[in-house]
């Protein structure tokens, strides 16, 4: 079944520096490849997604890249700020089947 | 444009007893998905159902849970027997269609005393 992996588990940079996550998964039938920002107590916030037919996404600060052949996304986040301080998940869908794999999460901190 | 509503947030409940959550899809979204919480960790895939239908359970344990989500009304998470492991944060998300961004409700907390 699809597996994701998530690194790094923690991530602390100084406000306006770039943090990068990266993501690998093993299930070469994916086709969709959501990030989502979760504060503590709260609910998982979709911020980027990207699907399999290509291969850089932007949305101002935040772009996310995928390199389908070698099974690796990457999260990108430019001029960081404290409240971009967050676990941030990566996830697969599997397959076409519809539920999402999870990575175990990054927890970034932005250091005023 | 209400989002995905659940309830409720907050649950108390005794080992044995059964603990009923509720999930109110976003409006339009005909797909729903359960996904439990530990603390410290991501979120697992437990059950995937559209209206009147489960389309996949195989990350809901086969014992003492069931979920549905009925032609009308929200969409239920059912334990029965509640035991403390089952202590965690379950998540619903809704999306318009298979591939299609999941969205969140805000969690139920179930804590077992």
């Known amino acids: 079944g699809e597996n994701v992996e998530q690194h790094p588990s923690t991530l602390s940079v100084q406000e306006g520096d770039s943090a990068v996550i990266k993501c690998t998964y093993s299930?070469?039938?994916?086709?969709?490849f959501p990030w989502y920002k979760q504060e503590l107590g709260k609910r998982p916030q979709l911020i980027i997604d990207i699907r399999s037919n290509v291969g850089e996404k932007k949305d101002q600060r935040i772009a996310v890249t995928l390199n389908k052949t070698a099974k690796h996304f990457s999260l990108h986040i430019t001029e960081t700020q404290p409240e971009d301080s967050a676990v941030y998940f990566c996830?697969?869908?599997?397959?076409?089947?519809?539920?999402?794999?999870f990575g175990k999460g990054t927890k970034l901190s932005v250091k005023p | 444009n209400a989002g995905v509503m659940q309830n409720p947030r907050h649950l108390v409940r005794r080992r044995g007893q059964e603990a009923r959550l509720r999930c109110s899809p976003m409006?339009?979204?005909?797909?729903v998905y359960w996904y439990r919480q530990l603390p410290e960790e991501g979120l697992k895939f437990m059950v995937y159902l559209q209206k009147e239908n489960i389309i996949d359970e195989s990350g809901m344990p086969k014992e003492r849970f069931s979920a549905e989500f009925p032609k009308e009304g929200p969409s239920i998470l059912r334990i029965q027997q509640v035991v403390r492991g089952d202590s965690a944060a379950y998540f619903c998300a809704s999306s318009l269609g298979d591939n299609q961004p999941q969205h969140f409700g805000d969690g139920t907390r179930l804590s077992i005393l």
């Open positions: 409006k339009g979204h005909s797909h």
């Open positions: 996830a697969a869908i599997r397959g076409s089947q519809g539920n999402l794999i």
């Open positions: 299930d070469s039938a994916s086709n969709y």
